[in-house]
């Protein structure tokens, strides 16, 4: 089978017309950041905020077109309704049909709905920090398994589109596959289901994405993944309190959120931001883990506090949530989760995985409290 070439997706794109204008969305200099790979193709498709709602036929009309070029496995198109200014990526996804569609400040008519929970999922937790390298990847995934290591089914998602790490922690390789042509099937490692863009992208593809793209893209992953049965969904979220922690809290009915941090005050300032942006948008904040907390010499065995230690209990004390436990600076932690052995699972009797197992049970608790009450809040209609 030929390798398929950007010239020729040009082409035919030049058939496609814009039905308030006449005139092709090729001329019309609405096709943007063609990308390819192994015959998936995606782009997106620049339109106007106000026509946006509109154009769907036009973003299905454009990926089938390019999906019946020979050589093409995959089609996936984007509606932005954003100019870029550098050249957007658009991930190739595993099926064909499927579209990444959004607009900044303007939600779409299924987006406008009130958050839907994923099919089978019963609960969705974030995990969030205010600021990046807190470890925070590491302690969703080590939490992850930890809720697995106490009987439950679980998931994990990699909200960071920017910084995906999921695939090498989680020690997976390889694309997911589409069974029915409509969602993808969730890799799994450990007896967890894993979704990431980095199984969609190479480790060293930068994501050149603005804001609706984001979005779009952890719409997919939420709702196009044939998750299956869970009892909790943990999401590995960006760091920040942007768009994709925005899309998160309004898009699907969070059950609570897990705050990272280290001990010392730039950290904490960023955790507070974190913190306070779930309580702004409803979302129950389970409380505050402090990574890094101390340094433990192997040598000697001397205690040292290299971020300071206790900052993120005073913080959890002030603000009113709860302390969930300190985890260590270790490098036996940094070696695992480089290695795609996670300590919860390559060291599961070990001192560090059981503190990672008894958050979890702790947050496991705050989740049924959490589902439980919203049960009595909903309003019964009785018929006599």
């Known amino acids: 089978m030929a390798e398929i070439e950007e010239q020729q997706i040009i082409e035919v794109l030049k058939g496609v017309i814009d039905p308030d204008t006449g005139e092709d969305i090729v001329s019309a200099g609405m ?60 991930a190739p996804s595993q099926q064909q049909g499927h579209a990444l569609s959004g607009q900044p400040g303007r939600p779409s008519e299924s987006q406008a709905q009130s958050a839907q929970m994923i099919p089978g999922c019963k609960s969705i937790i974030a995990v969030a920090s205010g600021k990046g390298g807190v470890g925070k990847s590491t302690t969703a995934t080590n939490l992850a398994l930890g809720l697995a290591a106490t009987g439950k089914r679980v998931g994990l998602m990699d909200a960071d589109i920017y910084g995906p790490s999921m695939p090498r922690m989680m020690g997976i390789t390889g694309q997911p596959v589409s069974d029915d042509g409509k969602t993808l099937r969730p890799m799994e490692n450990y007896g967890i289901k894993v979704m990431s ?46 768009d994709a922690q925005l899309t998160m809290a309004q898009r699907v009915p969070l059950t609570g959120a897990v705050i990272v941090s280290t001990p010392q005050d730039i950290a904490l300032l960023d955790a507070r931001k974190g913190l306070n942006m779930f309580r702004k948008v409803d979302v129950p904040v389970f409380g505050i883990i402090e990574n890094m907390s101390y340094f433990t010499c192997p040598h000697c065995g001397a205690r040292s506090e290299i971020f300071a230690h206790g900052g993120a209990k005073a913080e959890a004390d002030r603000l009113g949530c709860d302390f969930l436990g300190e985890i260590p600076l270790d490098i036996e932690i940094r070696t695992t989760s480089d290695g795609g052995h996670p300590i919860t699972v390559s060291q599961p009797d070990g001192v560090h995985a059981n503190t990672y197992t008894f958050i979890a049970e702790t947050v496991w608790g705050k989740i049924e409290q959490t589902l439980a009450a919203r049960e009595t809040d909903t309003p019964r209609i009785v018929i006599q």
Not at 55 to 83: C, H
Request: aromatic share 4%; charged share 20%.
């Open 197 to 242: 863009i980095g199984f969609l992208v190479d480790e060293d593809t930068p994501m050149i994405w603005r804001g609706p793209m984001v979005q779009s893209a952890l719409e997919q992953m939420m709702r196009d993944v044939n998750w299956g049965e869970l009892d909790v969904l943990v999401v590995d979220m960006p760091p920040g309190t942007g």
């Open 31 to 90: 096709v943007a950041g063609v990308q390819l790979k192994d015959g998936h193709v995606a782009f997106a498709i620049e339109v106007d905020p106000a026509r946006g709602g509109q154009l769907e036929p036009l973003r299905k009309e454009a990926e089938q077109t390019v999906y019946n070029l020979p050589g093409v496995l995959t089609a996936t198109v984007v509606l932005t309704a954003e100019r870029a200014s550098v050249q957007a990526q658009a």
